[in-house]
């Protein structure tokens, strides 16, 4: 499977030439307006900058080779009463699952950690302010223990909401030598993988 990032919380699935975009974004600071083709679309809820489906130019169907699971959760700590509802969704391809947290608001819970069972690549918020702030993404990594986490949704000038925190905080609670920065924003799900991966953005 090769997992693409697109910029804030999006991601480009592919997989035996199936497309599958997650959380299509419109209005994020910095980020040019976002244009790309799929076969699929996934939002995890219906806030502006992950629900932009019009940035997604559906092509022709083909079959898919993608599983997908889903775990209810919220965009808050307070039971979805500042911001409601969150979808994580599970993709399974190839014999390898990256799990998509889309904004979670709180740490799992057992039976949720249950229900998104094992995963390779991690996919997670570490901005703070609407989601997950960097030490309980750290915490979230403890718990769900995927062979790779990735990090999005967070502020690095020019791009990203001005009020998230950036990067440094979550990157530095892992041992630096198990942490790999990438030229781009692509990458493949493979056997070999750090425990922490961070794409580059690079404009469509």
């Given at each position: 499977m090769t997992v693409t990032w697109l910029g804030h919380a999006c991601f480009l699935l592919e997989q035996d030439g199936c497309?599958?975009?997650i959380?299509?974004?419109e209005g994020v600071e910095g980020y040019p307006p976002l244009h790309v083709s799929a076969h699929g679309v996934f939002c995890s809820?219906?806030?502006?900058?992950?629900?932009?489906?019009?940035?997604?130019?559906?092509?022709?169907?083909?079959?898919?080779?993608?599983?997908?699971?889903?775990?209810?959760?919220?965009?808050?700590?307070?039971?979805?009463?500042?911001?409601?509802?969150?979808?994580?969704?599970?993709?399974?391809?190839?014999?390898q699952t990256v799990c998509h947290l889309g904004d979670l608001g709180h740490l799992l819970s057992?039976?949720?950690?249950?229900?998104?069972?094992p995963v390779d690549v991690l996919l997670?918020?570490?901005?703070?302010?609407?989601?997950i702030g960097p030490e309980e993404a750290r915490e979230v990594v403890r718990q769900l223990r995927p062979r790779c986490a990735v990090p999005m949704h967070y502020r690095h000038a020019p791009?990203?909401?001005p009020n998230v925190g950036g990067l440094e905080r979550f990157a530095e609670q892992f041992c630096s030598g198990s942490v790999r920065t990438l030229p781009g924003g692509?990458?493949?799900?493979?056997?070999?993988?750090?425990?922490?991966l961070i794409p580059t953005f690079r404009a469509q």
């Open positions: 497309r599958i975009v959380d299509p974004y809820h219906e806030h502006f900058d992950h629900s932009c489906r019009a940035a997604v130019t559906l092509l022709p169907p083909v079959p898919s080779p993608f599983t997908v699971r889903e775990t209810a959760s919220f965009h808050d700590d307070r039971g979805g009463a500042l911001r409601g509802e969150n979808t994580i969704r599970c993709f399974t391809a190839g014999g057992r039976e949720q950690v249950r229900e998104i069972g997670i918020p570490v901005g703070g302010v609407y989601t791009y990203g909401l692509c990458f493949e799900v493979t056997d070999q993988l750090p425990e922490l």
